[in-house]
């Protein structure tokens, strides 16, 4: 099923789509969510071996580590044993995991080495238990992991062709200075059609318009790149004349600059997202941030943001809610706009309306390549009928 109805407009999906429904939810989460590189950290988080931070994502506590033998590894926060959660510190350096319950020891790649009282080979297999791991991918510090067990095509590949320009601002070597979590009351893909158009940014993002001009998404060029049904996408889009940076003052908001990045990058908003939004990363001349859409359940979702500077500027060249100010505000603007549109979609006489083909064309691709996915699913069938 397409979502085009004639060349000058679109709906977005049918009201059921977005509401309570756990058996849609699930699917989502098998066919859309479960099958992705998603964000997970940054290597100057995990220096050295041992080194290790917790993510939160889509109901799952991840752990990643730098191994023994300096690698970056991802696993799942549970023990094979009885399913408890074996650490609880959102980061530090450990020796081994350990869990708390039954101690139940695994060395740092996720191997179980101990198991009191169960010998290896006699009761249990140690190599068939050891902590469950994840697909990891790393892209110049960046590090993407995939929650379902098959790895998903190499992600380092389509940033290097999507988006070549990022490579300028030396992603490596920046350092994480602030991460907030926003919690939205809708369904995820209520916030993913939010995103994907500025067609309420003039009059909803005061902020962000500062620098941000709407007009740019309305152009023939951003309309073309909008309708490659492509799961991933990168945008390299100018900021208002007389504007450095994303932020109030339009001015950098952070004394040192990442990278070598030519005049030519400076003044722009650069970026690579995957296609649902769950990891976008935005650079700026002064600073970079990662953009994360979440869902927890069919009708609460989450935003996660995630501040970077370059990991040579002094905690006195940058204010940190200067730095987030734009973005912070932004996110908590859509959010109530988000919520809103939830509350309306409640109503069992509203049916979609038509979208506009030059300003929100990112939803119509972005929805063709969601049924693709969810293509074979019983719910979403039943739904479309």
Not at 231 to 243: A, E, F, N, Q, S
Not at 296 to 311: D, R
Not at 344 to 354: A, M
Request: glycine fraction near 6%.
């Amino acid at each position: 099923m397409s979502l085009l109805e004639n060349p000058a407009s679109f709906t977005t999906l049918p009201r059921a789509f977005y509401l309570d429904d756990p058996a849609l939810f699930e699917g989502e989460m098998e066919r859309v969510w479960y099958r992705q590189w998603l964000y997970l950290a940054h290597e100057s988080e995990i220096p050295k071996p041992g080194d290790y931070v917790i993510r939160r994502l889509l109901g799952e506590s991840v752990i990643i580590v730098r191994t023994a033998s300096g690698e970056v590894a991802a696993m799942l926060n549970v023990c094979r044993h009885r399913g408890a959660r074996i650490v609880d510190e959102p980061c530090g350096r450990l020796k081994r995991f350990v869990c708390p319950y039954h101690q139940w020891t695994y060395d740092l790649d996720g191997g179980l080495k101990a198991a009191p009282s169960m010998p290896n080979s006699e009761v249990v297999d140690y190599e068939a238990l050891g902590m469950i791991r994840l697909p990891v991918e790393t892209w110049q510090g960046f590090v993407f992991g995939c929650l379902g067990a098959s790895t998903p095509e190499p992600l380092a590949g389509e940033i290097a062709t999507l988006a070549p320009f990022l490579a300028d601002y030396r992603p490596a070597r920046m350092r994480r200075i602030e991460h907030r979590t926003y919690t939205c009351r809708a369904n995820w893909k209520v916030m993913l059609e939010n995103y994907l158009e500025c067609y309420h940014c003039a009059g909803s993002h005061p902020e962000f318009c500062i620098t941000a001009d709407p007009r740019v998404r309305g152009t023939e060029e951003f309309n073309q790149q909008a309708h490659d049904e492509h799961p991933y996408w990168g945008m390299d889009v100018p900021l208002r004349k007389g504007t450095s940076s994303a932020s109030l003052s339009g001015d950098y908001v952070c004394r040192t600059r990442l990278g070598d990045a030519a005049e030519s990058a400076l003044h722009r908003a650069r970026s690579f997202g995957t296609w649902s939004a769950s990891s976008v990363i935005y650079f700026y001349a002064d600073y970079a941030m990662v953009h994360q859409l979440a869902p927890l359940s069919p009708t609460v979702s989450e935003f996660h943001l995630t501040w970077f500077v370059n990991e040579s500027a002094a905690d006195g060249e940058f204010d940190v809610n200067e730095v987030a100010h734009v973005w912070d505000m932004t996110t908590r603007q859509d959010v109530e706009l988000i919520e809103r549109t939830q509350d309306g979609l409640g109503s069992r006489r509203y049916t979609p309306g038509p979208l506009s083909a030059k300003h929100e064309p990112y939803i119509r691709s972005s929805l063709n390549i969601y049924l693709a996915m969810m293509a074979g699913d019983p719910r979403a069938a039943e739904l479309l009928r």
